[in-house]
């Protein structure tokens, strides 16, 4: 699986949640929502990787997926991008 990731929501990263350099932000499974998954939805966070599954790299950030979450995506791959109407991060499976 591959994580996908645009100019403008590695922007509103470093914007809206203020990620720097050397830091690490995880994709992980929640309770709750819509999404891939009937019930279930994707949240951030920053965290250090355990098992990581899936990563990217972009200005020295490590964007990640823990192995344990992988049921989610059902061999999908993540493509991060932000609504512009609504700023706010947009997710699409591939």
């Known amino acids: 699986m591959d ?3 645009s100019d403008d929501a590695f922007k509103w990263f470093h914007d809206e949640m203020e990620v720097s350099p ?8 929640r309770y709750g929502g819509s999404g891939l998954q009937p019930g279930f939805s994707l949240g951030i966070t920053k965290d250090q990787p355990n098992e990581a599954a899936a990563e990217v790299e972009k200005d020295d ?8 979450d992988l049921w989610y995506f059902d061999g999908h791959d993540l493509t991060v991008s932000v609504n512009d109407d609504l700023q706010e991060l ?3 499976y591939e």
């Open 3 to 5: 994580i996908k990731i």
């Open 22 to 29: 050397g830091e690490t932000v995880r994709f992980f499974v």
């Open 61 to 68: 950030v490590l964007y990640f997926i823990e192995q344990n």
């Open 90 to 92: 947009d997710y699409s």
